[in-house]
């Protein structure tokens, strides 16, 4: 026993004459296994490299954004900013003629989320030279939970950790560091 919408639409298509062909059918069928397969695999290739890079950094500078510059001077208001600054630095910004401050507005700066690498370093004897050599300003905000390496790595060979490690021709004042494990 047919249904009456079934009914209804045959009756439809011999009045106005319309008709699907064979060929159309499999076309429009086709497209759509076709936009179905592309979407599956796009989800299948993106899908996981997005949830890695989104879960796989285990330090701040794999989380870095760059703060604002007015003038010379850049204005923390994150610690993705202030971590921005350790990777401009440790890949050979130096910052010289710069003042890095952080926002008096702010009430505190958390590094619990993540470990941090410290802003510079050098390697005795192999020539690198990562110093931060400009004018940073804490304005006694409080940078509290600072950790240095991981725990399957606490980098405790290195000689020069901190929220700085390397600073050359430097001044760095009014900075407040709070909870740290290093």
């Known amino acids: 026993m047919k249904s009456a919408a079934l009914r209804s639409y045959r009756k439809y298509r011999r009045e106005t004459g319309t008709t699907f062909s064979t060929s159309r059918k499999k076309n429009r069928i086709l497209s ?3 936009i179905s397969i592309v979407s599956l695999l796009l989800s299948i290739i993106s899908g996981p490299a997005l949830v890695f890079a989104q879960s796989s950094g285990i330090y701040w500078t794999d989380y870095a954004s760059k703060p604002t510059l007015s003038g010379t001077t850049y204005t923390i208001t994150s610690a993705a900013q202030l971590a921005w600054v350790a990777k401009q630095v440790n890949a050979g910004i130096d910052f010289a003629g710069y003042t890095i401050e952080i926002s008096d507005r702010l009430s505190s700066i958390d590094l619990s989320a993540h470990y941090w690498k410290p802003i510079g370093y050098t390697t005795f004897g192999a020539g690198v030279d990562r110093s931060f050599s400009g004018t940073f ?29 390397y600073a050359k021709k430097a001044e760095i004042k009014n900075t407040c560091i709070t909870n740290a494990a290093v």
């Open 32 to 34: 759509i296994i076709m």
């Open 137 to 165: 300003d804490g304005n006694t905000i409080p940078i509290s939970h600072l950790k240095i390496g991981d725990s399957g790595n606490p980098e405790s060979n290195h000689y020069y950790v901190g929220l700085f490690g």
